[in-house]
């Protein structure tokens, strides 16, 4: 499987990581909790890079909201009492629906999002938490979530390293997720999350994003606009069910058609609309 494998090394810091990958270019493989490397082995590595000893599996309190280290699995944030006070247990209470218990135990948050394959939750779930990263290639580097997803080569095996994950407060924020699955532990078929900012009994802001598309997550922004102003009544919730299977930019798949799709990103706005309304 990494036949083609000829040096592990299990740097003790973030500098001699980076010095790693530079002397490995292209041919090196970052090791988390490892379970992505087991199923998709890299052809092109010669060099594991393990991140054990680094530090990266922590959760703290920031002046603006959270810090979530990039080795902290999805297991650790389930059990957090820090992430059960924040946004209610909104996450812990989604990313217990993700895998099973004993995948959450070796899926890294930083794996989930530098690999961010197309049919995974988590893209999708933190570009609508309006999420950043801090990346790391001798200096720390800030970026939104999106905007890192929008530059491929941040994502390369010559790509900075993926330091940690930041959760903005969300101060006065409605949050609703919905997953489509054939099963309860089956990857998406479809999902969606809607986070909208209440006032004064109104949308002042809207956020929606779909995923599993199959492709990757698309923001809905023809949604977003009419939501906001709105106060979320019944006809103005069927109003952005109908737009959102006008925008959705969906496909078919050997899963599911596209027709399919569309109705269901109907379906999922509503259901998260009818939640955020109720908390509203």
């Not at 059990?79 to 135990?105: H, I, K, M, W």
């Not at 006065?172 to 997953?179: F, H, K, L, M, P």
Request: aromatic share 6%.
């Amino acid at each position: 499987m990494l036949k083609q494998v000829v040096d592990y090394f299990s740097p003790t810091g973030l500098g001699e990581a980076v010095a790693l990958l530079r002397q490995f270019p292209g041919e090196a493989a970052l090791v988390g909790g490892g379970l992505d490397l087991s199923w998709r082995p890299r052809k092109h590595a010669r060099a594991l890079i393990g991140l054990d000893r680094l530090a990266l599996t922590y959760q703290e309190p920031r002046e603006k909201g959270l810090a979530i280290g990039a080795t902290t699995t999805l297991l650790q944030m389930v059990e957090s009492p820090l992430l059960a006070a924040y946004q209610g247990g909104f996450l812990p209470r989604v990313l217990n629906r993700v895998a099973t218990s004993l995948l959450r135990g070796m899926i890294t948050i930083g794996g989930a999002l530098v690999r961010a394959y197309p049919w995974a939750d988590l893209p999708c779930l933190f570009l609508g938490l309006e999420a950043q990263v801090v990346l790391y290639d001798g200096n720390d580097r800030l970026l939104s979530l999106a905007d890192y997803y929008a530059d491929r080569s941040l994502r390369g095996p010559d790509g900075p390293l993926l330091r940690e994950l930041l959760l903005p407060p969300l101060e006065g924020s409605r949050i609703a997720y919905q997953r489509f699955t054939r099963t309860a532990v089956d990857i998406p078929l479809l999902n969606q999350l809607l986070h909208i900012r209440w006032e004064e009994s109104r949308v002042a802001e809207a956020c929606v994003w779909l995923g599993a598309r199959p492709g990757a997550a698309q923001r809905v922004t023809e949604v977003e606009t009419l939501l906001v102003g709105s106060s979320l009544t019944g006809e103005e919730r069927e109003q952005a069910v109908v737009r959102m299977r006008e925008q959705a930019e969906v496909e078919s798949d050997l899963r599911l058609s596209a027709d399919y799709r569309r109705h269901l990103a109907g379906a999922l706005l509503r259901r998260n609309l009818e939640e955020v309304a109720d908390a509203a």
